[in-house]
């Protein structure tokens, strides 16, 4: 038997448990991709219900559907254009009036929908109760509550969405506005008569009121005639309110949604603050935050590196063992080398950072994203970030960034203009990542003193502070301000946490493991013809005369290119029998700043071209091998003064 | 007493005052230097013409009188600063006293002219303070480039000159009445809830001059000090 197939959209806000649900709905069954040609995240998951094949597209999370960011225009066109069979608009009840103005907004666009309304347990705690039959009556749109990180509704909401799709939808209310925008509305619908476009007649209309490019630049091909009507009657509306027309819809929008929240929901505010509301005023307290960020980070890190250097060498003994298996596949020789040496130690080497290191941090920090918490460092950071022309938002790939820097410049598609992405992407090549610091702790905390590692750490906030002041003064333009939502705090679903890590470990695997094993390969290679040695002495003046370092870093530095912690490695094996106690304190100090400056790794600077384009990627990588070289020869000179 | 007079004590107080406490007459004195003698005749004479409260021994502070003239007054100030420094390029330590002279002749109209020649620009050259907002009934600056040309002595002007959100203090509420900025960040600003008419209320603000947390139609929000201080409000009265 074939079964049928069928398409439903998931759409709502920021912060509403869209990805719970859609996690609860296709379980391991999905993949994320990009939107066809934009950096847009395009979530995707199928299952199997009542002989249907249900194919779910998570869209992103959105407050409306304006042309405000490529988020919006992607949501807004998939809708228009593809026509799913059904929407599912996922709803915050604790903010209910916020969310029924993008509800609003979907209705308008005539799409058959219904409405998951989500988070009844935390509206409930802030004393906000929802007359579900009363708002399916308002609305005109069938209304499913949900808990999704208990999984309660979920199976009524699909049953839900079936019996919508099979009966077809009838009942959806029209919003209606005040007289004088009805009036014109219905003026240029009639103007638009005959013509066919992807969006509905009365949603243009809006829209071409509303002053929206994109439909306007659509409309002025098929019927230019709409588009100056439209514009004479804009200025009719705005000569009648005082008001630009835009502002006009929108805050009439705006009243139907208050207008039905007021009579769908009944509000007891309890008279204590309930438990989410105090963490909140303590997380953001102005002295209390600080201290419960900074040590919450701090012991975050302690205990991801602690945990992090233990199975690292347990994972990296028990891999090399397999070198003799190897040794006994391939011999010695050239090929056996190549093969070890080149592949099998770029795998080692990837597995014993990943795993270790990226995975643990990962699922913590998405913890504290899923619970609300990092929107709360965002809004103590905002400050300090405005500093370097960023906004608080921008922490968060810097955060990623001590993971490992290639998912951190990824993620700075969270910030909104394309000045910004720049600059986030530049810091957080700078914050030192697993492999920095598996560097910085196995040299300088292991032999000089840990404190002194700490030391090197807050030097590099320093850096990125001072280099991305540079660099706003450098990148022209206005920093854009923080509108960011602090949704109420909430127990952080593990799934969800899960499938964010695996996805941000699938963008490492997808991107670093290539580079590393053909990098490693090439590297062997030279190694195996002799190459090496003279291209180190080439570096000499730089390695020997001005870092004052031994000969050998030269040819560490260039397997640092592939991954950072590699040229510890290589730097232990190569000084041995003596091991890296051969080094001075100084030199010590000297190779770790240059190890953590001098050069985005192969991987992350992939990731910069894909996100910024090859000529700001080899601008950032020339600058910070200048800077880390200067950096180090002015280090050993001054350490030299006090030693 | 003349209206320049007038004029450079009332925006004295109105830069001198902090939270609505009096200001003393030392203070005052000091920001002319001049002897408190005189500054005490003074503010006498403006108590009676209802524009401060003095009270002898504590000091002076403005009535919402005497705020509302002050308060164009440092409109005008710093909206020629930012005329002075942005188009005749002189410099930013000078145009302050420059200003000064020019502020009393600058007529309303004159004024408005300027704003949008600027751009309504939200901060003045020197000491970044914010630009108060004008008395035209309009909701956003697009609006008042759009529509000056109609007569609004007609639709008349605000009673009241609303504040920039950023002013006001841990648990005070308003009206939105006037947002400053382009059409994007308007779109985002409206798309969040923040509309003309829309109530807000204060929570807190992050320390060292962060960004503000509001409540605005049941959500919480985090916005920037770039943020705050174009957005305007008509502050409730308790």
Known sequence: VTQKKLIIALAGNANVGKSVIFNYLTGLHQHIGNWPGKTVERAEGTLSFKGYTIDIVDLPGIYSLSTYSLEELVSRKYIAVERPDLVINVVDASVLERNLFFTLQLMELETPMIVALNQVDIAKRKGIEIDTEKLEQ???????????????????????????????????????????????????????????????????????????????????????QAVNTAKELTGEIENLHGHACSTVITSERYEVAGRVARQAQKLVPPLKPTAEERLHNLTTHRIAGYLIMISSLLLIFYAIFTFGNYTSDLLSNLLNRLEPLSTNLFGTGIVGSLVWGGVAEGLIAGVTVALPYIIPFYIVLYFLEDSGYLSRIAFLMDNAMHKIGLHGKAFIPMMLGYGCNVPACLGCRIMETKRERTLAAFVTTLVPCAARTVIILGLVGRFIGIQWALVLYVFD????????????????????????????????????????????????????????????????????????NPVANLLSPVTVAWLGLPVITGITLIFGVLRKELSLILLAALLAPTGLQALTPVQMVVF????????????????????LGGKKALFITLFEIAFAIILGGVALRVLTLFT | MSSKGVEDYLKALYILSRNGEPISTTEIAEHFKIAPASVTEMLKKLAKKGYVKYSPYHGAHLTSKGFQVAEKIARKHRLLERFLHDVLRIREDKVHSEACEMEHALSDEAEESLCRFLKHPDLCPDDSKIIPACDLPFSTCEECVELHKKDFEESGRRQQIPVSISQLKKGERGKVSFIRGEHKVLQRLSDMGLTPGTEVTVVKSAPFHGPLEILVRGSRLALGRGMTEIIFVEAEKE
Do not use: H, N
């Open chain 1, 461 to 532: 906030l320093f850096v990125i502070f001072a280099l991305g002041r540079l660099a706003f003064r450098v990148l022209p333009g206005e920093p854009s301000a923080l509108i960011m939502e602090m949704s109420d705090y909430r127990r952080p679903d593990l799934k969800t946490v899960l499938k964010e890590t695996w996805f941000r470990l699938a963008e490492f695997i997808k991107i670093a493991f290539p580079l590393i094993i053909v990098g490693s390969l090439v590297i062997k290679a030279a190694d195996v013809f002799g190459l090496l």
């Open chain 1, 138 to 224: 308002l609305l005109g749109v069938p209304v499913v509550q949900t808990v999704a990180t208990k999984g309660i509704g979920i199976s009524q909401l699909l049953e839900m969405a079936i019996k919508a799709i099979e009966k077809g939808q009838t009942t959806r209310r029209e919003v209606r506005y005040g007289e004088e925008v009805e009036e014109r509305i219905a003026k240029i619908t009639e103007t638009l008569q005959g013509i066919q476009f992807y969006y509905p007649r009365r949603y243009v209309a809006i829209k071409l009121l509303e002053g929206d490019e994109e439909i306007a630049r659509e409309i002025a091909k098929l019927a230019p």
């Open chain 1, 592 to 611: 770790t700043l240059v190890a953590m400056f001098y050069i985005p790794c192969v991987a992350t600077i992939s990731a910069l071209v894909r996100e």
